[in-house]
């Protein structure tokens, strides 16, 4: 079966920069592609690369996907290489939602698109428009909602505790250590007791402040859930080895980015969390047959795509999920809601390209 292949790129500025270690983010680009079997069923996919987290760059991604012929196959989809793991999830999930399709009754026809008259979903409500997922035999599943760094998060907390949430991930390792452990101490005496507490140093902290973070963790009587990537992805022994010597877990992130570094993670010995991002994990199939063969504590998280990458992701989640880990993406509050993402039928190559 040969697909027709399009693509569009899109650029989404968040309401508030993303504050972490590395510095504030302050727009999210990528690309959104469209496959069309021969009875013009299509699946939607997203490219959403961080190349600052261990992905390939945007522009490695739109590279690849300029020199690819218009009309494509499986086979070319999988083999996508490893060094491109936005892309393989991508293409892989349109290609999922095109067969997805194909075992559905069609009932509806607005996403029956003529080839010749191409016009995207908005991504933001993709779910009105989509096929109804495979229903889960898992339990309904919570989110965690992502804090603004430093004391930002104290007011933060309480409009999204009504909203719901009670699983919170607060940035840190954006101010001095000791700044940031008061706001902390402020900010566990604030949350209700019922609430827990992610802390996500994306590897901004150097081993004595690791350590630090963790003893006070330790002593902290609030839900601690986890300390996230604390050191940098070179410092995986000083990780494995806090991992034995504190109370609070530890959950890898950029250590663990992609399905390489998951495996090789893994295979050295860490049995802690493991932070997975579908987006840019690489090969949703290679990370469901990982995730099955070994029944690691996995806790996914968004990569601030929009809504097409995020029911792909959504779906690997809920499939992969186990102890009932709260997923990591309560972060709509970072974008408006009726921003446009790009118009289908513009072509502007990205400007980072
Ligand atoms: O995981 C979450 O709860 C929210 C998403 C998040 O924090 C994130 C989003 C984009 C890039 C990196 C990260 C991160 O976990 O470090
Ligand atoms: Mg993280």
């Avoid at 261990?54 to 196959?73: K, R, V």
């Avoid at 390489?260 to 997975?276: A, D, M, N, S, T």
């Avoid at 063969?293 to 792909?312: C, M, N, P, Y």
């Amino acid at each position: 079966m040969n697909y027709q292949f399009d693509f569009r790129p899109y650029r989404r500025k968040f309401v508030r920069g993303v504050a972490t270690s590395h510095g504030v983010w302050e727009i999210r680009e990528g690309i959104i592609l469209r496959l069309t079997d021969e009875t013009n069923k299509v699946g939607w996919g997203e490219i959403a690369p961080i190349s600052w987290f261990g992905s390939e760059t945007l522009a490695q991604a739109w590279d690849f996907c300029c020199h690819l012929p218009q009309e494509i196959t499986e086979e070319t989809i999988f083999s996508i290489p490893d060094q491109l793991p936005a892309c393989q999830f991508g293409f892989e999930s349109a290609l999922w939602e095109m067969k997805e399709w194909n075992s559905w009754r069609m009932g509806d026809k607005r996403i029956l698109l003529s080839p010749h008259h191409p016009t995207a979903p908005n991504p933001h409500s993709l779910s009105v428009v989509g096929p109804p997922s495979s229903p889960s035999p898992h339990l309904p599943m919570t989110h965690s909602a992502l804090l603004p760094a430093g004391e930002a998060a104290l007011q933060a907390w309480e409009n999204l505790w009504q909203q719901g949430y009670s699983t919170f991930k607060w940035k840190i390792g954006v101010y001095p250590t000791p700044v940031e452990l008061k706001i902390l101490d402020l900010l566990t005496q604030s949350l209700p007791a019922s609430a827990k507490l992610r802390l996500d140093a994306n590897g901004g902290l150097n081993q004595e402040q690791a350590k630090l973070w963790l003893e006070s963790c330790d002593r902290c009587k609030a839900n601690i859930e986890f300390l996230e990537q604390p050191l940098s992805v070179d410092e995986f022994p000083v990780m494995l080895e806090l991992s034995q010597r504190y109370q609070t877990a530890i959950a890898l992130d950029e250590s663990v980015a992609t399905l390489p570094q998951l495996k090789y993670c893994f295979q050295q010995g860490w049995r802690g969390i493991f932070v997975i991002k579908p987006g840019i994990v690489g090969s949703p199939s290679r990370l469901r047959q990982f995730c099955q063969q070994h029944e690691i504590d996995a806790v996914f998280s968004s990569v601030f795509e929009t809504a097409i990458g995020r029911k792909a992701a959504l779906q690997i989640a809920v499939e992969l999920s186990r102890y009932n880990r709260a997923m990591g993406f309560g972060v709509d509050h970072y974008f408006v809601e009726e921003e446009g993402v790009g118009r289908w039928g513009s072509v502007d190559a990205p400007s980072s390209a």
